[in-house]
């Protein structure tokens, strides 16, 4: 069983410049989430879905940051503009259900912001 | 709000010997999941262990053991017979019914041969 997918694994561009990470999760899990993970530091949330319904976006900054997750499958996560704190590791995790089952992590994507 | 404090930003252990992760954590959930999760370095994240909160029985996982103190909101982690392998960084998680997930910040654990 294929895991979680997750592209590109690294990325670089210049502050201002957009910037956009895809996940594919393991087929079948409803809940899909997006983590912001710092250096040294543990994941926190961006965004939470079940099928394709943001379920928990709070921690989401919405004025530079926007996702989808269009027919309950893939999703995509997208920074515009891109400033220097956005340089970090984001992962993107499915789960089967929420709460209860354990979360399947991506290998991340690690974003580098000149 | 929901909260998971790791003490520990790091830990190390001698090949073969036993260590204890610890892991607090604050909820106003009655019903909640606990987790630990391993992340080795430039590799990803895998479940180890996980917790109902309902259950008095601690978990256990081959080497790995829980002791949950639910009244306590502790939720701490053995590792027996430690092995080279078992060097990473390792989460303390919550869950929620309603699906809310919080991580702590992470013990890097060294285990020295």
């Known amino acids: 069983e294929a895991g979680v997918v997750q592209s590109p694994r690294y990325k670089i561009i210049e502050k201002k410049q957009p910037v956009a990470f895809w996940c594919n999760p393991i087929?079948?899990?409803?809940?899909l989430y997006w983590y912001l993970q710092n250096l040294g530091q543990g994941p926190e949330l961006l965004i939470r879905y079940e099928n394709e319904e943001a379920v928990d976006d709070s921690q989401l900054p919405k004025d530079r940051f926007s996702a989808e997750r269009l027919k309950g499958v893939d999703s995509t996560l997208k920074i515009q503009p891109a400033e220097l704190g956005d340089s970090a590791v984001y992962l993107c995790a499915s789960s089967l259900f929420r709460g209860s089952s354990e979360q399947f992590f991506g290998p991340g994507t690690r974003l580098t912001v000149l | 709000a929901q909260t998971v404090t790791q003490s520990q930003p790091e830990m190390s252990v001698q090949e073969a010997e036993t260590v204890t992760l610890s892991c607090t954590y604050d909820t106003s959930e009655s019903d909640y999941y606990l987790f630990w999760y391993k992340q080795p370095p430039s590799r990803q994240m895998i479940l180890v262990i996980r917790q109902e909160a309902y259950k008095q029985q601690n978990a256990t996982e081959n080497r790995f053991s829980v002791n949950f103190q639910k009244a306590a909101k502790s939720f701490s982690l053995k590792i027996s017979d430690s092995q080279l392998g078992d060097a990473a960084m390792y989460f303390c998680?919550?869950?929620?019914?309603?699906?809310?997930?919080?991580f702590g910040d992470g013990t890097t654990l060294t285990v020295k041969p």
């Open positions: 087929s079948g899990h409803n809940t």
């Open positions: 998680a919550l869950s929620t019914n309603a699906g809310k997930s919080t």
